[in-house]
């Protein structure tokens, strides 16, 4: 079946360093990819997604870039602050009909000053 | 605009008790979820409703059962309250699109 699977944490980064989470995932079809942001405390909130091959999602100076010739969907930042310090999850969608997402399992970022 | 609600933020059970956890979304959504989240294993799918008047099982439904109310509400019941049932639960909802918008949790803890 399809799945996810992203870099295990926690990852520890100071301030202003550049940011990698890698997300590749298996997968029938041609799924929507997502990445999604747990801030402590609080419910998952979408980050960026991309519905086809070579789409960029960004947003927040977040980027993805769905490779499809690598089943990949790695999250990047250029700098990161301590903000955005969070839980950050991979997902794919599931075209079957009923619009499940398979999930990965998280990655705690933590950022320093 | 609330988007996805829950209630309660918090709760404690004794192992037996029963409860029901409400959920209730404002964005005229057809698909609504619930999910529980423990440590180390991400998000795992209980139960959804793909649109009102249906339910389907998700991947880890043993201990819960559904009820979507309405197009609005989708509650989650806990017969039998078991330490295992020890998590967070969120719930979700989508207009069938994908992208699926999340309520604040209920942090529950069954002794």
């Known amino acids: 079946g399809d799945s996810v699977t992203q870099m295990e944490g926690p990852v520890t980064l100071s301030e202003e360093a550049f940011l990698t989470i890698n997300c590749t995932y298996t997968a029938t079809g041609y799924p929507s990819l997502f990445w999604y942001v747990q801030y402590p405390g609080e419910g998952l909130q979408l980050l960026l997604k991309a519905t086809k091959a070579d789409d960029k999602g960004s947003n927040k100076g977040f980027e993805a870039t769905y490779r499809k010739e690598t089943t990949s969907f790695h999250l990047e930042k250029g700098s990161v602050q301590v903000s955005d310090s969070a839980v950050y999850f991979c997902a794919l969608s599931d075209r079957g009909g009923n619009y499940q997402l398979i999930w990965g399992a998280g990655t705690k970022l933590i950022i320093k000053p | 605009n609330a988007g996805v609600t829950q209630t309660p933020k918090f709760q404690v059970l004794k192992t037996g008790q029963s409860m029901t956890l409400q959920c209730a979304q404002d964005?005229?959504?057809?698909?609504m979820y619930w999910y529980r989240q423990d440590p180390g294993m991400g998000l795992r799918l209980i139960y959804y409703s793909a649109s009102e008047g249906t339910t389907d099982k998700g991947e880890v439904p043993n201990g819960y059962n559904v009820s979507r109310l309405n197009k609005r509400e989708f509650s989650l019941r806990l017969e039998s309250a078991a330490p295992s049932q020890t998590s967070v639960y969120f719930c979700?909802?989508?207009?069938?699109?994908?992208?699926?918008?999340f309520g604040p949790g209920t942090r529950l803890l069954v002794l």
């Open positions: 979700a909802s989508s207009a069938g699109a994908e992208t699926q918008y």
């Open positions: 964005m005229n959504h057809n698909s």
